[in-house]
């Protein structure tokens, strides 16, 4: 069955700093795509980073990387040069791409980010 | 500008009646969703329509009911029949025409409170 894990209730950073946000995946089908969201006081989800199960190089966008250990079934989020804006949480998601519709999502991590 | 509206922001409701959550997008995705929200639980999928009337059962569909009459539009009804309805309501869409990632575009929620 597929799993994604955030072990991670919550986590501080000090602005400027880097940050590594854990995901841990389960999953039998071997073609899959990996998400991180954003979730701001507001509420809404933003999506920030995609990585696919074939992809060969770790997907970045701007400050934000992920990376991808596939043998380890894990896509931990690195956030470069934190900024006071990045406080929110920040959710791991799992899509089978076999199956059209069902996305998975960790249970989150709250993140800091301190002055 | 392109997005999803979710109304009402703020909802309260007596045991025993039923409301709807309006969920109205203008980016022409033909797939739809709709997700719960409890704290520490991450996203938990209620129902999901990838075409004008048609829609399937997600994980928690037990007490809830959708419509999908339109392309736009995708209502969720809570009816009296959800035994903990409190929670934040998340709708999403998706595009299923266009290669790329497939992440899902989120509105920014509605909070069903009981009381």
């Known amino acids: 069955a597929q799993k994604i894990t955030q072990t991670q209730p919550g986590m501080f950073v000090q602005e400027k700093e880097a940050v590594t946000l854990d995901c841990t995946y389960d999953?039998?089908?071997?073609?899959?795509?990996l998400f991180w969201y954003k979730q701001p006081s507001s509420g809404e989800m933003i999506f920030l980073i995609y990585q696919g199960s074939y992809d060969q190089q770790n997907a970045t966008e701007g400050r934000y990387s992920l990376n991808f250990q596939k043998a380890r079934k894990s896509a931990n989020l690195v956030i470069s040069a934190s900024q006071l804006g990045d406080s929110a949480m920040y959710f791991c998601?799992?899509?089978?791409?076999?199956?059209?519709?069902?996305?998975?999502f960790g249970t989150g991590t709250r993140l800091k980010v301190l002055a | 500008d392109g997005g999803i509206t979710q109304s009402p922001k703020y909802l309260f409701r007596k045991e025993g009646q039923n409301v709807t959550l309006s969920c109205e997008q203008n980016l022409n995705h033909d797939a739809m969703y709709w997700y719960r929200q409890d704290p520490g639980q991450g996203l938990r999928l209620i129902y999901y329509?990838?075409?004008?009337?048609?829609?399937q059962k997600g994980d928690i569909a037990e007490g809830y009911s959708v419509s999908r009459e339109k392309k736009e539009s995708f209502p969720l009804t809570v009816t009296s029949a959800q035994k903990n309805p409190t929670a934040f309501y998340l709708c999403?869409?998706?595009?299923?025409?266009?290669?790329?990632?497939?992440?899902?575009?989120f509105g920014e929620g509605s909070r069903l409170t009981v009381l």
């Open positions: 999953t039998s089908d071997p073609s899959y795509g």
């Open positions: 999403a869409s998706r595009d299923l025409s266009s290669g790329g990632a497939g992440e899902l575009f």
């Open positions: 329509s990838q075409i004008v009337n048609d829609f």
């Open positions: 998601a799992m899509r089978e791409l076999r199956g059209t519709y069902k996305y998975i």
